[in-house]
């Protein structure tokens, strides 16, 4: 990473797949996306970059929130205590059903025997509430 960001640079790292960038309201705090299928999407067309979903900054003091969207910055409203929440709620959630399925599939690979179509309804039950402990 680099030591300082330039504003308006989107910083990329494809080795710990994560993209970095100075605070769009110029306050200067380092804004860290982790690009992964739970996280954040890094998209680019050619010329413009695009991040997605939106970057909420909520735990910095200028708390903004806006989407990076072909090249340009779409400031949308600050978060209310309520909405942070919700996302939270909702971002564990995503993941906890991301990482179910992976799980599934990692736990039938080494056996061949397995029979992916019939898993046992308990052990999904059974990850599940693994998981999502976990995450708690
Ligand atoms: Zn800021």
Redesign the pocket.
Known sequence: MPPSLEEGVIYVSMAYGTAIHS???????KVVTPLSPTDWKLMFDGENVSLHPSIG?WS?P?Q?HYWIKNGSIKWSGKFTKEEIDEVRKRDKYAKSQHYKVADMQENHRPNSNAQPEKIDQNLIITLFRKISRFFQ
């Open positions: 605070c769009c309201c110029g306050c200067g705090e900054n910095f200028c903004s």
